[in-house]
């Protein structure tokens, strides 16, 4: 018995190159006429005969777009709920050292205003809220409406008997106090997100301006203390308390974002240094 040549199994010719693909030779894995090779690069595309996704060398799929976070590394870690809660804290905590130390100074200065012989008033607690927003540089404002207008800055010549009441109100080295309480509420505020660098401490201790602006708003309306007397069929009115846009400006938003993201920056380094941050 003579023995055929090779490749005479599928005829008396050789394959070509289109039955070398359907028979299942080099150029039938390769998917390309040549058969050079290249089938681990096109095989894995997702297509009607397609098999599994090719991958690209830095081990993704041909076909699926990288997943980026939202907003960003920055705010990986921000959470605005601890903001919020220690951003009041912060403001709270102001006004009850503020109170601590001067209650019985304003109290004095208080008790020496000509309009201490009516039946009204400043209250103690909204004079001390004054004292609060001038240890963020926010002037205190008066008005006075009836026979002849008035208004502007409170001062010592501001109308009689004020002078006690603006010594009373220069805060001293309580300007300070703002920045200390923003600070550690800052601090606290990126270790409850769980920041791991100065930078993303920093945007967490910011965050306290959500509760501080808060609460600064609403205290300019309940410090603001007013006074309406009828005077031989004549009504005098007047009204003492913060300038509305500069507490909401600087006491509200300033001195919350700087104390807050110094104090977040300030938790974000002690983590970076920690040898398990």
């Known amino acids: 018995m003579t023995e055929e040549p090779a490749g005479s199994q599928h005829g008396d010719s050789p394959p070509g190159p289109a039955e070398g693909i359907e028979g299942g ?14 089938s681990d690069d096109c095989a894995g595309h997702d297509g009607p005969g397609g098999g599994e996704p ?3 060398t830095d081990g993704g799929s041909f076909g699926t ?12 870690h921000l959470s605005l709920r601890p903001g919020l809660l220690l951003g009041m804290v912060a403001f709270v905590g102001t006004y009850a050292v503020m109170y601590s130390l001067r209650a019985e100074r304003v109290a004095s200065a208080v008790a020496g205003l000509p309009l201490a012989l009516s039946a009204s008033t400043p209250e103690i607690p909204q004079v001390v809220g004054w004292l609060v927003y001038r240890a963020h540089f926010v002037p205190i404002e008066y008005s006075v409406t009836g026979a002849g207008s008035d208004s ?7 109308f009689p008997g004020a002078g006690d009441l603006v010594a009373a109100l220069e805060p001293g080295l309580l300007l300070f106090v703002p920045l200390f309480m923003l600070f550690i509420c800052g601090f606290y505020t990126a270790i409850e997100c769980d920041v791991t660098t100065p930078k993303t401490g920093a945007v967490a201790g910011a965050s306290v301006v959500v ?5 600064v708003v609403v205290a300019v309306a309940a410090l603001t203390w007013s006074l309406s007397l ?4 004549l009504t005098v009115t007047a009204s003492i308390g913060p300038g509305e846009v500069q507490a909401v400006f600087i006491a509200g938003v300033v001195y919350p974002l700087v104390g807050g993201a110094l104090g977040g920056a300030a938790a974000g380094a002690v983590a970076d240094w920690s040898p398990t941050g």
């Open 211 to 215: 509760g501080y602006l808060l609460l």
């Open 230 to 233: 009828a005077v031989f069929n």
């Open 65 to 76: 777009a990288p997943e980026t976070p939202v907003g960003g590394r920055l705010f990986d």
């Open 25 to 38: 030779g080099p150029g039938a894995r390769s998917g390309s006429p040549g058969g050079d090779g290249s």
């Open 54 to 56: 090719a991958v690209r």
């Open 152 to 158: 502007g800055e409170l001062s010592f010549g501001a």
